[in-house]
């Protein structure tokens, strides 16, 4: 069955047990999905506290600065557990998995000649690195600076493809497909503020879409539940295949104190 562990995760560190896996990379501690524990099953209140104190064992072994908790695919929490969350300052993620099969591409869908889709190589990686730290640097600087590690190791993968479409040599959009067994994975799309709504990103997922049937490999990829690029996919056809809750927040003193936990 296609759940969310089919997905890409960049880390250093990992560990499974029967209860959860542990995703850890100690080179992005503040790239939220690549630090989290995911659950094997849907804890009430009296277990989800256990799960922290031995979440907090990690964050303390691995400097970690939040707790990251991902309960498993379409499983939701009952209400005891909810009113804590809400209590202790927890944010709630959710997000989608989706996939595209059987996509019609629509006729006399062309593109403006001064574009082109272009696979990144070495002369035109950095213009690729900028365009992605322009749109990191929202969710601070470490993130953006760790995103920017994770673009250039991605860069070296032979199971990575980066592109972007250039007009006139600047980047007005890109993303990566990540090819695994089965699948081939859609990650960090982007379009630039000024070229979106003009089939920008339909002609990326179309790009990929044509990589996944020549691979034979189903085309899928990870969105927020509530963003506008949910919408997108939706117009292009990709299709619901589950969901998943995320609770997260900061690891502060007062946080620590709850577990002894000592800088």
């Known amino acids: 069955m296609l759940d969310f562990n089919a997905t890409y995760h960049w880390f250093s560190h990992y560990e499974d047990n029967e209860l959860y896996q542990i995703f850890v990379n100690q080179a992005a501690r503040h790239v939220p999905l690549s630090n989290f524990m995911a659950l094997d099953f849907n804890p009430d209140l009296d277990e989800w506290l256990i799960l922290e104190e031995q979440y907090m064992d990690y964050a303390s072994e691995f400097d970690l600065p939040e707790i990251n908790i ?19 300052g927890y944010q709630l993620a959710i997000t989608e998995l989706v996939s595209l099969e059987n996509y019609q591409c629509p006729q006399n869908n062309r593109q403006s000649p001064q ?61 990566q497909v990540i ?18 709504k003009q089939e920008i990103g339909r002609w990326l997922v179309e790009w990929a879409y044509d990589q ?21 996919y939706d117009h292009l056809g990709f299709m619901g295949l589950g969901f998943e809750l995320a609770f997260s927040r900061k690891i502060d003193q007062d946080f620590k104190e709850q577990f002894y936990y000592q800088d």
């Not at 020549?214 to 990829?221: A, G, N, R, V, Y």
Request: glycine share 4%; hydrophobic share 40%; with cysteine.
């Open 179 to 196: 090819l695994s067994r089965h699948y081939l994975e859609i990650d960090h799309l982007t379009v630039s503020e000024d070229w979106q």
């Open 70 to 88: 991902h309960l498993p695919m379409n499983q939701g929490v009952d209400d005891a557990l909810y009113a804590y969350l809400s209590e202790a």
């Open 212 to 232: 996944a049937q020549q691979t034979d490999k189903k085309l899928i990829l990870v969105c927020d539940a509530d963003s506008p690029a949910r919408q997108f």
């Open 115 to 175: 574009l082109e889709l272009e696979e990144i190589k070495s002369d035109n990686l950095p213009a690729y690195l900028a365009f992605q730290a322009y749109y990191d640097k929202d969710y601070g600087l470490p993130y953006q600076e760790e995103m920017q590690g994770y673009y250039q190791e991605a860069f070296h993968k032979d199971n990575v493809h980066q592109v972007a479409v250039f007009d006139q040599g600047q980047v007005i959009a890109a993303m």
